[in-house]
């Protein structure tokens, strides 16, 4: 395996390599931050949600008195990267695909001066993916893959550059932009420096929707 540059090899312990902030097989504690909306939206780590292993996440809008465009999220909040590129990527599933209205992949970006936000939302009705642009409005990716089985994992990803503010690539599945070299979203100052991962679970209708994740990755490395 190689770092961003395709320069060196990286070997030994992956969690405290240089340029690797996220590994998560969800084989040990849960320790994802939840946010949503409604009274119980939840993330845990259970034995039905595994990709490989023996468990995954499970994230699930509120159940009781569910509304249409109820959320949950789980996020990750880690430094700055040294290179400026980032890469956050996890594997999905809908276990009962008609609840769900989008999944989404965000990342937040504090350089010490200002927020900026990248985040891609795939529709689960449409199959298509949509980007947050400059002014915060969602644009068309050219991205996109139907999900009509439950039992079919498709792997979600969203690279930008933390220096420069672009989107870089979005993938979902079989299907690829690369290059797309389109500013994020500044959503205004501050002098906090940090990066925050998530990933957003929004219901289609007044009923719970829930989306099943693993193998959880973020770091300046494309290829692993």
Sequence with gaps: MRDHLGQFQIAGNLNFARGIHLLDDCEGAMNWILMG???DPSVEFIPEAAFSGSHGMALTTNEIG???NDTATAYKVFALPE??????RF???CPVIATVKTVAISIIVGNGTDVWHARATWNQVTGAI???????A???SGCS???TNSMVWSTFELTIDTKTHLYKHISIGDSRVKDLNVSMFNTGASTQKLVETEIIVKAVAAAKATVYADTFYAGEFIDL
């Design 37 to 39: 909306t409604g009274l």
């Design 91 to 93: 594997r999905f599933t």
């Design 130 to 136: 949509t980007y947050l642009n400059a002014a915060a």
């Design 138 to 140: 969602e644009v068309a």
């Design 145 to 147: 893959t139907q999900i």
């Design 83 to 88: 290179s400026g590129l980032i890469v956050f």
């Design 66 to 68: 569910p509304a249409e």
